[in-house]
């Protein structure tokens, strides 16, 4: 694991906060054209004129050679799920969105879960996405400057074993701002080391992925698209935190 960090000046910053802003319209804006019948296809495509029309460049197009405007991961699909044409969202289905967005050299990264259905939603589902998302929480919450990345991790682990989930590890949250990923990796999990201390200036994306089931993940041979193994369903909420000189921001609230 890196152990190094990135502070990003006052100029950098202000760029950074207008792709959050937009990053986080959008994925709010995508996560409300979620349909059952539609394919993640449509559903992407629509994603890349959402955030053109904001008058962003959509940030994992083409990194290490994604191809997809979003990542769509629907039901047992972690992280990372690519469109296709064939695959349908249906009604039941958990669809994480993970939209990156980027605008004059900042670049604004956020994720999250939503459930399609008409407020019928299984006890466990409901269980998994308020969990993930009240882990995320705890991660932010956790952050101050002078305290170290490992309060995050230790704080969205706690709510994780709260809430019964599995937590996965071989991905991790990350360093943001004018590269998508930058330093310090953010696990989920507790580690032995504290990671670097928070300073001012640095940018995080705290990103849980949680399952219902165990914590074991595998890639397709697609060579992008995560899921579990045991087949239940995963979690994904994630948000950019910026360490001020008093405290912490939000970036990616809309
Ligand atoms: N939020 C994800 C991440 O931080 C998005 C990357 S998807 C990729 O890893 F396609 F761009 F790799
Ligand atoms: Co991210």
Same mark, same amino acid.
């Given at each position: 694991m890196r152990t190094d960090y990135v502070i990003h000046t006052p100029a950098e910053i202000e760029k950074i906060r207008v792709a959050a802003r937009k990053a986080a319209e959008a994925r709010e804006r995508i996560c409300a054209l979620v349909r059952s019948g539609m394919t993640t296809w449509d559903l992407d495509e629509l994603a890349g004129e959402v955030i053109r029309s904001l008058g962003g460049v959509p940030t994992f197009l083409n990194y290490r050679g $994604? &191809?997809?405007?979003i990542c769509i991961s629907l039901n047992d699909e972690v !992280?990372?799920?690519?469109? %296709? +044409?064939? +695959?349908?969202?249906?009604?039941?289905? !958990?669809?994480?969105?993970?939209?990156?967005?980027? @605008? /004059?050299?900042?670049?604004?990264?956020?994720?999250?879960?939503? $459930?399609? *259905?008409?407020?019928?939603? &299984? /006890?466990?589902? %409901? +269980?998994?996405?308020k969990f993930t998302e009240s882990a995320l929480e705890a991660g932010l919450a956790a952050a101050r400057p002078g305290g170290y990345v490992?309060?995050? %991790? +230790?704080?969205?682990?706690?709510?994780?074993?709260?809430?019964?989930? *599995?937590? !996965? /590890?071989? @991905? !991790?949250?990350?360093?943001?701002?004018?590269?998508?990923?930058? &330093? &310090?990796?953010?696990p989920n999990y507790t580690q032995h080391r504290k990671g670097p201390c928070l300073r001012p200036g640095m940018v995080l994306a705290i990103e849980p992925m949680l399952n219902l089931g165990s914590k074991r993940v595998y890639m397709e041979s697609d060579g992008w698209t995560v899921r579990t193994r045991d087949g239940e369903p995963s979690a994904h909420f994630e948000h950019m935190l910026l360490i001020t000189e008093t405290g912490t921001e939000v970036l990616t609230r809309v």
């Open positions: $994604y &191809p997809g405007n !992280v990372h799920g690519i469109r %296709s +044409r064939e +695959r349908f969202i249906l009604k039941g289905d !958990v669809v994480s969105i993970d939209v990156g967005v980027t @605008f /004059e050299g900042g670049i604004g990264d956020n994720a999250k879960t939503v $459930y399609v *259905g008409d407020g019928d939603m &299984p /006890e466990d589902i %409901s +269980r998994l996405l490992q309060d995050i %991790s +230790r704080a969205i682990e706690m709510e994780a074993k709260r809430g019964r989930l *599995g937590i !996965v /590890e071989e @991905f !991790v949250g990350h360093g943001c701002g004018t590269r998508l990923h930058e &330093p &310090p990796d953010v």
